[in-house]
């Protein structure tokens, strides 16, 4: 995505879903809302891990020195069974008016999800969809900058791990036989 795309056309829920760039200083607001209903629960779940692998990428010159033991060691520290209860803590911070501000400028199959009716025809029993919108949305304005970090170490550490591995392939001797 082009960091001055301004508008995107995605599908969510087989509904065609309109999305434009909220202006900054809306935007602001809605950063530091979703850090703060999420970041502890994230941070206490995924927080060692992801500082694991962005350790083990911080000690290499090149990617393809990357310790991938370590980065493995570092996924696999994840306690999975405390990640769903931490989540779920968080979603209580994430009003109703939260959510109508993060889809104020969204259209869903043409019609503004910021009218009410429109918003309440949508997501009738259909809540599913609603999150999905939500974390489209989150993600195309950037309001949630740790996904980008996962993101990005997630790639980086799984390019290392290929190359890596092709690198090891390619210097193995054939065996005589």
Not at 47 to 59: E, I, R
Not at 85 to 107: D, E, F, K
Not at 162 to 173: C, I, V, Y
């Amino acid at each position: 995505m082009s960091t001055h795309e301004s508008e995107r056309t995605i599908k969510v829920g087989g509904h065609s879903y309109t999305v434009v760039q909220h202006p900054p200083t809306e935007g602001y607001g809605i950063v530091l809302q979703l850090l703060a209903a999420v970041s502890d629960p994230l941070a206490a779940t995924l927080g060692p891990a992801v500082q694991g692998v962005l350790d083990a990428l911080g000690k290499t010159e090149s990617l393809l020195d990357v310790d991938t033991g370590a980065i493995g060691a570092a996924l696999d520290s994840i306690d999975w069974s405390v990640a769903g209860p931490a989540l779920q803590r968080a979603i209580p911070h994430l009003s109703l008016p939260l959510v109508r501000q993060v889809l104020r400028y969204a259209w869903r199959d043409g019609k503004p999800l910021s009218e009410d009716g429109e918003f309440d025809l949508a997501y009738a029993r259909n809540y599913t969809e609603l999150f999905q919108a939500v974390f489209e949305v989150v993600r195309f304005n950037g309001f949630f900058p740790l996904l980008d970090t996962f993101a990005t170490a997630a790639g980086k550490a799984k390019a290392a791990i290929s190359t890596k591995k092709r690198d090891e392939s390619r210097s193995t001797p054939p065996d005589a036989a």
